[in-house]
């Protein structure tokens, strides 16, 4: 049987080889590094989602383990030794019809989104002083690591007709934009810009060790 992540729509996702994949724009993203505490607050502000682990073999993640990853996430980073855990890439749905999945025989599972979900990945990025270039989504040894960077198309090609729809006029997906505009205004309230660059930075994140 497949294990549930806390909340979301019963739907499952569907159970068949991986051959569909979500073709979409228009995107809402929001890049954010939140003290452990906040992060918590954040999950439980955005209520009941199943959490899918994504381009990989994984499995649905509970909350509390979603919690554990981001903690020990930002407390290796505070010890200056980042290891990001691979559980905070991932794909935030309330209905499980959003993704498509692989069932291995040991029990583990690979998801893919086929319609609009929450995205959530770690976030890094460059920014060149000489330019007053932001380079974000990139990789290498002078990135620098910012927490996770939520992301969710607005536009998309429904899988099975090929019609580009709108993610507000798609039954399964219009949850889902939901609960990203909650996440917007959650980032707004509880969260400031850092230095005029388009990331957020937790309120409880100003600590000696960040600066």
Partial sequence: ????????????????????????????????????????????????????????????????????????????????????????????????????????????????PVRPVIQMQPFYFTYDEATKAFHPRVFGPHTTFWGVHFSMAQLFENPETRELLKSSEDPLSQPNLERMRVLQRWSRDKTMPFRKLPIRLGLGMSHPWFK
């Fill in 1 to 112: 049987m497949r294990r549930q992540s806390e909340g979301g729509t019963a739907n499952h996702a569907s159970d068949a080889p991986l051959t569909r994949y979500l073709k979409a724009s228009r995107w809402l993203e929001i890049p954010m590094l939140l003290d452990p505490s906040e992060w918590d607050e954040l999950l439980a502000h955005l209520g009941p989602l199943h959490i899918c682990e994504v381009g990989r073999v994984g499995g649905l993640v509970t909350l509390q383990q979603l919690s554990e990853a981001y903690r020990t996430t930002i407390d290796s980073l505070r010890q200056g030794n980042l290891q990001v855990d691979r559980r905070l890439s991932c794909a935030l749905t309330v209905d499980l019809g959003c993704v498509q999945s692989v069932t291995f025989p040991d029990g583990r599972q690979m998801f893919r």
